[in-house]
């Protein structure tokens, strides 16, 4: 059963740090190059609409995976690395809800009213949140597998 939750655990930060990557890498910048404003910013708002869906249902993932396999362990004893990597996922997790909850939702509203300059400045809050997450993931990865 460990190794079920296990890899529940592992698949839900591979497509957290996936879709991460393929945004900050690959679909934002070719949208910018390509893409004027009123197509941009509805194309991104739809994108990031189904990707944090992902993302939500991949943080409880993680939560409920991450927790039951840390039931049955004396922390006293645990690597080090695996401290660093609930510390670390916690405040991946706290950064997202706040981008969730704040400046994806005003973006959201904004796009929804029309109001393009309003929902451009909501997705330049949420670029740098999403390379700080990105960064810290690779941190908890590393801890993890190299701290022993």
Known sequence: MYELFKFSHLAAGIIWMGGMALMIWALRPVAIAQLEPPLRLPLLGAVLTRFFKMVAACVVVLLVSGGIMLMGVDMALAPKGWHVMIGVGSLMCLIFGHLYFGPFRKMKAALSAGDLGLAAK????????????????????GAVVIWR
Not at 126 to 141: E, Q, T, Y
Request: charged share 0%; no cysteine.
């Open 122 to 141: 909501q997705l330049a809050t949420i670029h740098p949140l999403v390379l700080i997450n990105f960064s810290l993931g690779w941190v908890a990865i």
